[in-house]
């Protein structure tokens, strides 16, 4: 097969520019001008929240906010983005909050399509991303239900489905309770520790005829600014701590996307010649390239240059680490003291075990890391930064020359990048976290927070339409398995004209869990030449650039060969500089980095 773009239209679309997406799907003038209707009065709510997009999936549930959004609103402020899938909605929504780190709107359908996107609402929830969930229910007086239909859409507690990976939910039951949810529902889950909200709209509210006239309020006043700090005498004892420490390692986790509280940690780890760790499965925290960090970040556990840096330690600052007991675990024997920066513990329940192991802390400061390390520095006092340790210089992964592997393709795709900005808006498990530098808050945006697999594409689809217009190139790497579950985002992408690379490292192979098989049978002593069976995706083999200009993109592919990759990327990155969505499938060799497959093949503790 020919690796050009196949089956191209003849009248493809011309390349993007940056008011593309408010130029599409335009409704006529509808010439409203005041709220009539329960579900205007929720469009006000919206718009007021400052959200610019609603990712939505549409259903007869909320068919009156669905108009409000279109002939009241006028489709724009916020504008519907048309998807084809309530996962890939809700996924859209969490990749724009990863790079904004503000909520945009998913409106789902009903039980039926909430029941849809729970798994990416517990994504973002394990992600602690914000978003406004908006559903709805079928006529709450069921005297004004339709027969068969409004009947199996309504639920008594729909809510219910998603308490235990939501902040905050609510069923209001008028117009002016629907505002002040709305508002609410903005407020909380911008409020950190961000996380979804959901509101569920009774339909009979939302088609009901307003009786007069809703009084406008002061939005501001209802959504106030809130920031914790730590209290003075913890951080005394924390800076203390660090001030008198010979082997400093900071565990540099959740953080925000603001560049200036990036270039603050960078301050603190020079000011404490501290030794820092970072992690896949959350963004970039700290420029990976840096004399002082240790090795490159891992995915379920540090690298073995991490952690003899973190058994070494006689302080540990862990800045909102995502499982620090899981960490230390891992390595053993940790004997530093423990410096815990984070209010995570707001979002623990009984319901979700996303909080982890419990950690040994000796001084908590419940606040942000990014109110924390300014704070830090401040009690750190004058005195300048102490000196480097000698480290190896960072390497990229050796390269094979017989079989085509990720590691190939990372260094192919880092060169034709080159000195572009570019957002790495999804990595696949197999990503050697050695073979691209992260020096900007928003070259790596983590992974999908729950594990969920298929939220890769719908969240790259959110992350590019956030970076639209910043002159930052956004790439995505899925894998096979994760790229054909959320695929359909990818239509969204380019009925909208959002900008994008997906590079699909395809190994055929559900590969994870063929290990998961293995140690099984190691364990059992059965043969371990079944693994694969029940987890290879071929015979046939999918036709992953078909299926992505199914969808509307252009697509290259399949690349076999090592030699093939760089003029491929080349041409790829040409088309998405020109307003194209393009997927290059590259056919890889199963297989993770060592230490990834250490951890996957060991016996259960």
Known sequence: MSLTNQGKPAAAKAPATDADIAAVDRPVPAGVNAAGFGSDVVADALRALDIPYVALNPGASYRGLHDSLVNYLGNQQPQMLLCLHE??????????????????????????????????????????????????????????????????????????????????????????????????????ANTAPCGPTYVNLDAEMQEAKLTEPVAPIDTARFMPHTVGAASPDAIKAAADLLRNAKNPVILAGRMSRDLEAWIQRIALAERLGARVVTDLKVSAAFPTDHALHA??????????????????????????????????????????????????????????????????????????????????????????????????????PKLGTDKLTVDHLADALRSAVGDRPASLTHLSLSWNGASWPFRHPLDFLGSDGGGGVGGGPGISVGAALALKGTGRLPVAVCGDGDFMMGVTAVWTAAHYRIPLLFVIANNRSFFNDELHQERVARMRNRPVENRWIGQRISEPDIDIAGVARAQGAQAFGPVTEIDQLGPVFKEAIAAVEAGHVVVVDVRVEPGYTAAMTAVMTRKSE
Not at 141 to 155: G, Q
Not at 297 to 318: C, Q
Not at 339 to 350: E, F, K, Y
Request: charged share 15%.
């Open 87 to 188: 996962e890939a909605a809700v996924a859209i929504a969490h990749g724009y909050a990863k790079v904004t780190g503000k909520a945009m709107a998913a409106v789902v359908h009903s039980n039926v399509g909430l029941m849809h996107g729970t798994m990416a609402i517990f994504n973002a929830w394990c992600d602690r991303m914000p978003m406004v969930v908006l559903g709805a229910t079928g006529p709450v007086d069921a005297a004004k239900r339709r027969p068969w239909i409004d009947w199996i859409h309504t639920s008594r507690d729909q809510g219910a489905l998603v308490r235990g990976y939501t902040k905050w939910d609510d069923q209001p039951s008028s117009a002016l309770a629907a505002r002040e949810a709305v508002l609410r529902a903005g407020w909380i």
């Open 295 to 396: 090795g490159s970040p891992g995915t379920i556990a540090p690298i073995p240059e991490a952690a003899e840096a973190i058994r070494a330690a006689d302080v540990i600052l862990s800045l909102d680490w995502v499982d620090v007991a899981g960490t230390f675990k891992h390595i053993g024997n940790i004997t530093a003291k423990v410096v815990q920066v984070s209010i995570d513990h707001h979002l623990h329940n009984g319901w979700s075990m996303d909080y982890q192991g419990l950690p040994p802390v000796d001084v908590m400061l419940a606040c942000t890391p990014d109110a924390a390390v300014p704070a830090l520095l401040e009690a750190l006092g004058t005195g300048g930064p102490r000196p480097v340790p000698a480290t190896a210089a960072k390497e990229f």
